[in-house]
């Protein structure tokens, strides 16, 4: 793909309406509850492989009121809902400054955290009482979607917008393109706004030609 194409993507903003929830439904589920403040369990543990949504999923937690990015410096008894992610890279202080504030979580009612990391809690390279505290709560494990699921979105997507795309074209997109789905949906909205300014059809050709920086 060509740094041109690359630099003109705009990916949609991350929100928990257009995760595509694939096998994870059931953290799509609790963390609409936590964002809403309807769920009983005040801490949540994402994990996942790369691409399997966390970071989607904590960014789009951040619209939530009262929603905001965790800074070891912050006060930790305050209210709120307080976003991890990568907790697995926070050094010691960090480390310590999270304990303190999943404990304030645990205590107060007003309180919540969402975490982020690529292994399950016991698996962290983390202290020993922070990895007990990451699994107090609910824990998901996030699956990437598979490339049938992605097809499936990206051709429910098309639809959506009124786009009827060429039979090998959403496959082409998959071997060719980045495969996280923000990326492959933003690359076929450009297409079909590149494809509209020339009134032609969106194509393995017309992709090609786009990707090759075509004017």
Known sequence: MSQLALDLLQPREPTLDNFVAGRNAEALDALRRLARGALAERIVYLWGEDGSGRTHLLAAL??????????????PDS????????VHRLDAAAQ??????????????????????????????????????????????????SDAEKTAALAAHAATRGV?????????MLTHLPRDLRTLVAAL???????????????????????????
């Open 62 to 75: 951040a619209r939530a009121p009262r929603a905001a990015w965790w800074s070891p410096d912050g006060a």
């Open 189 to 215: 909205d450009a297409l079909d706004a590149y494809a509209l300014a020339r009134r032609r059809a969106l194509t393995v050709p017309l992709l090609r030609e786009w990707l090759a920086g075509g004017t």
């Open 164 to 172: 009827a795309v060429s039979d090998d074209l959403i496959p082409y």
């Open 79 to 86: 209210p709120g809902l307080t976003l991890v992610d990568d």
């Open 96 to 145: 310590v400054a999270l304990f303190n504030r999943l404990n304030a979580v645990r205590a107060r009612v007003d309180a919540a955290c969402a975490v982020a990391g690529p292994l399950p809690p016991a698996q962290l390279a983390l202290r020993e009482d922070l990895r007990t505290r990451l699994a107090w709560g609910l824990v998901y494990q996030l699956h990437a979607l």
